[in-house]
Each structure stands twice: as C-alpha cells, then as structure tokens.
C-alpha cells in the first residue's frame, strides 16, 4: 500500500540573477519527515571485415588475470549479504536493440546477459572476459585474442570465432561491421580453431582496452525471440516479460545456481518503485534520492562521474573563450536537476594528439536555426538547454557574461528555444548543424577516446573539436536495499549484478 503524499514545498533556483520558482508537493515518510517532491514537470530519464591473414610471428600471449582478481575492491556493497533479485529501471527496454544499448535501463539490464572479449574493471585494469588471452603482431594494432575454452551461450553452446565475427557483421555471414563496431574495429579475421586476428582503429597501450566496450559485446539471433542469446550464464526466461499493473513490465532474467532477478521497467515516480520493495535502483532524481534517505532499510551509494555534457556550437571559432570553472559550478549548482558538478579538466578530447580525425572545411553560419537541440531523453541536457534559452532576457552582468561565452560569435537572440529531439531526428539535426547549437552528452572515460571522437566527428562533419564547451559533469546513485550485496562496478561506470559476471 502506498504511503500517503500531501503538502507542497517550493524548489526554487535561480538563473544567474533571474529567480525561477517551481511548484512541488511532498509526502510523508514512515517516520513523519516531510520529503520533496519533484517538480510537477516531471524528469525525463537521461533518456569491415578482412580477409584471413597470415598469421603473425607470434609474442608472448598478455597473462590472463582471472575474473574474480579485483572484483572484492570493486564491489558496490563491501559486506556480504543476501543477492540482489528485484531492480527497478526508469526508461524503455527495447530487445532490438541488444546487446547495443541506447539509454542507462538498457545498459544496466544487457551487462547481466552480454559479455565482451576483455572486461576493464573498476581501476582500469584489463580482465579476460570471452577471451582467454590475447598478443599484439608487429604491426602493433592487430591482436590476435584466443577465446577461452569454457567460453559458451547462455544455453550452453560453445562460442566459436566464427560466432564472435557473426555478432559484429551486419548480415552474420558477410564482410560489412555493424556501424557502432567499425567504430572501433578495423578488420577482424579467423586465425585457427579458437583464435581471432582484430585490427582496432587505434591502439593506445600494451592492452585491447577497447575490446572492453559494450558496443562490441557478443550476442547471437535466435528464431521466434525477440531477444538475441547472450554469452553470460543468464538468460530472459521463457515468457520474456510480462505487463503488470504496478510497473509498466516486468522482464525476468534466470541464472545459472543463483536466484532469479526481476526487472521493474516502470517510467513514474522512481520512489513508487521504492514503496514497492525494490533491492536497487539507479536514479538522479533528488527527490528519490531525498526519499530513500528516510527509509531505514535503503542505503545510496554514489557511482563515479560517468558522464560529461557540453555544448556544440556551428561556426564557433577556436579563439573564443571557455567558460570559467566557476560559471560550469553555477551551471551544475543552479540548472540541473539531480546530482552534477561543474566539468574538470583536462577533458580527454583535448589530449589526443595522435588520433587520425579528418576536419570538414567551416561553413557559412549566418543565420542559424534559433534553436539549441538536446536529446529529450536526457534530463540533465534538457535542463541546460533551457536554462540558455531562459538567460536572453535575463538581465544582469551574470547572465551577459555566460551568454558571451556561450555565444561569442552570434547574437543572443538565437537561443530562442529548445527542442528535444530523439533518433533519426536528433541525429540529422546534429549531422546538418544548421542551429544555434547543441547540448550532448559523452562518457567522462571513454574506453577508446580516439573512437569517441571519431564518432563524434561523424555525427557532427562540421564540428571542429578544439570549439567543444564543456558545461557539467553527471552521475546517478545506486540505492540499495540494506543486507543486501553482489553487484560490481566496472571500469566504465557499469554494474555487474551478483554472479552474472561469471562467464559460462
């Protein structure tokens, strides 16, 4: 039975000197604190294949540390405890989009059911994961990784290469790598039983960090399903998922000698979830947050700083000026809902002097789209979106001198809205560059930097990378029910839930 909710509080911030006031309501919690509510609008959630060569002279193989090295110290929980077997998830779960996730739902429930090649663990270090070992050839981009020999499909099938250059083609069978894997890989070719030869696009270290990245996890079609099998030792049950009344669907996940997990996919209010018994929950929202710090039974616990936005702005010239790091505080303090922090140097695009990336010649920007573009699943763009829009008719040196370091080059009145955008749209808007600007989101420690940018640049052909504006950095807490533990933390932010990490 839900708690009852009365009152109302105001939520109030203040746009450098313009004052905005925003209507809330409360409720009560099991001891009688009044907790805020959200506002009444609500959050958004942060919504090639080569021909076989000849095989190199070998090297010795990189020693394969094994999977639990490291995963005490990454834990989420220290202490021992009962596992995790009921997670709540805020945004749309689309099986046709697996293994390759497109928001923070996906990405969470797709670690329990896909795994890569190599694992990087919470401190950066390269862990086997499919593979076994690997070993760099002369040429020192292609490795040769050798799956291991307990390597299977969660129905128990052995993985073989050829599975492993099926999951990455377009057709299963051809030469052409889906697009989100030639991003990051070159060529990949079979060499012998177990091996296989994988040019990346850039290589950085003694280590194929990059073979880490979900993008590239390994999954393969199955008839009648709409889910693709995975490599970990889980699997969506039979039934698939079930629309219930309380949450907009439940999608059950078995697991090999360890208990079931249900995932509540349930857009509403993430503190219903809570009052529904939940063990985790990843969210931003302040007033979840605020909510679950009065229940006895839950403990939040912060995850690192996984995301940074910044601002694209077409036709910005290299000699304008940044913001300070005090104006990105104000921005992280003052507009965006939820946990944030003003963007800290140095920013991994401005420190790759080696990466092969191809400028497109400026073009004329004279009369852009007065419009700033976000993508309206991302709560935290949205609210730095509007809040330039709001900051043309504020008065004030405050608000002047951030809009000249936002706007440079342009006069103020072309942030006269903003627009969220989703899928095609949001990419053909960000690929033509016609408006005002763009507030984005990209991963504060990206696995492969260079192929970050690469795709940045692809997206964005007019984009000169040196023009980025950083604004805020974002991160979500994970809540969890007390007594209860297992799940781990990975090198890029993700989390592995009791057990699921343990390959087949």
């Known amino acids: 039975m839900k708690l009852m909710r009365r009152g109302s509080a105001a939520f109030g911030f203040i746009v450098c000197l313009q004052a905005m006031t925003w209507a809330c309501s409360s409720r009560i919690s099991p001891a009688g604190v009044p907790v805020p509510r959200r506002p009444d609008r609500p959050l958004e959630p942060p919504s090639t294949v080569a021909s076989t060569p000849e095989p190199p002279v070998p090297l010795p193989a990189t020693p394969a540390l094994g999977p639990e090295a490291g995963s005490v110290d990454c834990a989420l929980i220290a202490e021992p405890g009962e596992p995790i077997t009921t997670v709540a998830l ?3 779960i689309d099986p046709s989009n697996a293994p390759h996730p497109s928001n923070e739902s996906e990405r ?37 990784v050798t799956l291991g020999e307990n390597a299977r ?25 889906r697009p989100y894997v030639s991003r990051l890989v070159e060529s990949i070719a079979l060499v012998g039983g177990r091996a296989l030869a994988i040019t990346l696009r850039s290589q950085r270290g003694d280590v194929p960090a990059a073979l880490a990245h979900p993008d590239l996890a390994i999954a393969r079609s199955v008839v009648d399903s709409p889910w693709p099998l995975g490599t970990r030792s889980t699997r969506i049950a039979p039934e698939g998922h079930t629309t219930v009344a309380k949450a907009a669907m439940v999608i059950t996940v078995t697991r090999d000698n360890l208990s079931t997990i249900r995932f509540l996919v349930a857009p509403g209010d993430p503190r219903d979830l809570l009052d529904d018994g939940v063990d985790l929950l ?20 912060p995850l690192a700083w996984q995301r940074i936005h910044v601002l694209l702005t077409p036709g910005r010239s290299r000699s304008s000026p940044s913001l300070s790091e005090d104006a990105r505080q104000v921005l992280a303090d003052d507009a965006v809902r939820g946990e944030a922090r003003g963007a800290r140097g140095p920013f991994w695009w401005q420190m790759l002097p080696d990466c092969d990336v191809t400028l497109s010649p400026p073009r004329d920007q004279s009369l852009p789209t007065p419009r700033i573009v976000y993508d309206a699943r991302d709560g935290a763009a949205r609210d ?54 763009y507030v984005i989101s990209l991963d504060s420690r990206p696995v492969d930097a260079c192929r970050d940018l690469q795709a940045l640049m ?5 984009l000169d990378p040196e023009t980025i504006v950083p604004l805020v950095e974002t991160r979500v807490q994970a809540i969890v029910r007390r007594g209860r533990s297992g799940v781990t933390a990975e090198g890029d932010g993700g989390l592995v839930i009791g057990g699921a990490n343990d390959s087949r």
């Open 384 to 437: 730095l979106a509007e809040r330039f829009v709001g900051l043309v008719p504020a008065s004030g040196p405050a608000a002047a001198a951030l809009l000249d370091a936002l706007l440079p080059d342009r006069p103020k009145r072309t942030y006269q809205r903003a627009t969220g955008l989703t899928g095609e749209a949001l990419a053909l808007a960000r690929r033509l560059g016609t408006d005002a600007g």
């Open 458 to 462: 692809d997206g964005a052909r007019w």
């Open 90 to 92: 805020s945004d749309r």
């Open 153 to 177: 499909f969660s129905d128990g099938a052995p993985l073989t290469p050829a599975d492993v250059r099926a999951s990455w083609t377009r057709d299963g069978s051809g030469d052409e790598l």
């Open 282 to 301: 990843l969210t931003r929202d302040p007033a979840a947050l605020d909510y679950a710090a009065t229940l006895p039974q839950f403990q939040s616990v």
């Open 108 to 144: 969470l429930l797709f670690r329990q059911l896909y795994d890569t090649l190599v694992r990087v663990d919470c401190h950066g270090r390269v862990r086997p994961g499919l593979a076994a070992s690997w070993q760099i050839d002369p040429n020192g981009r292609t490795w040769i």
